[in-house]
């Protein structure tokens, strides 16, 4: 069956330093790959959109990238801030699909 | 711009009640869902739509309802709640389905007692 895997274990970082999240997937062939932010008691919000054919994405100090190969995606948050600790999402969708499936998120806090 | 609206915030239901969920967006979007997120855990899709008068289930669509009778509004109806809808709702929209980004709505928090 198909499985997003992201790690469950909160992601403890000091200000200024580089944060990367894993988010591994299974038995899927995704097309579209995105990242969404959630803080507690909100909906998510969508951060970056990464296609099969891309490698890598930038917006300010996120970076994502996806490789197909290793059925992998990492996001990247440089020079982090006590106000980027929140929960990550990945989500993965199909090409001709109608379904953006998530994983369980990973919790980030950065610590000033 | 609203972007999604949902109401009511929070509800809490008896077991064997009904209810309506309700979402609307003003961003002109033709694709629609809802999400359901259990604690810890990950966003499931339980219905969406690509349009007015068209919809499909997800991954979790029973004991749920929709209907998409205009392209801003997207109610999910609860028929004979139970303890195992007791959840967070979040509805979404989308420009280009799953190739762009989804707008959230701040969700309904449901506990069925």
């Known amino acids: 069956s198909q499985k997003i895997e992201q790690n469950s274990e909160a992601l403890n970082i000091q200000e200024g330093k580089t944060a990367t999240l894993t988010c591994n997937y299974t038995?899927?062939?995704?097309?579209?790959l995105q990242w969404y932010r959630q803080d507690p008691g909100r909906g998510p919000v969508f951060l970056l959109l990464i296609r099969e054919n891309e490698k890598e994405k930038r917006k300010e100090r996120l970076k994502v990238t996806f490789d197909t190969t290793l059925k992998q995606s990492l996001f990247h948050i440089t020079a982090s801030q006590p106000a980027d600790s929140a929960t990550y999402l990945c989500?993965?969708?199909?090409?001709?699909?109608?379904?953006?499936?998530f994983g369980g998120g990973t919790r980030v806090l950065v610590k000033p | 711009n609203a972007g999604v609206t949902q109401t009511p915030k929070f509800r809490i239901l008896k077991i064997g009640q009904s209810m309506t969920l309700q979402c609307t967006q003003d961003?002109?979007?033709?694709?629609m869902y809802w999400y359901r997120q259990d604690p810890g855990m990950g966003l499931k899709l339980i219905y969406y739509?690509?349009?007015?008068?068209?919809?499909d289930k997800g991954e979790v669509p029973n004991g749920y309802n929709v209907s998409r009778s205009t392209t801003e509004d997207f109610p999910l109806r609860l028929e004979l709640a139970a303890p195992s809808q007791t959840s967070v709702y979040f509805c979404?929209?989308?420009?280009?389905?799953?190739?762009?980004?989804?707008?959230f709505g701040s969700g309904t928090r449901l506990t069925v007692v």
């Open positions: 989500a993965l969708a199909k090409a001709a699909g109608n379904k953006l499936t």
């Open positions: 961003m002109n979007h033709n694709y």
């Open positions: 038995n899927y062939s995704p097309a579209y």
């Open positions: 979404a929209s989308s420009a280009h389905g799953t190739g762009s980004g989804y707008t």
């Open positions: 739509s690509v349009g007015a008068g068209i919809t």
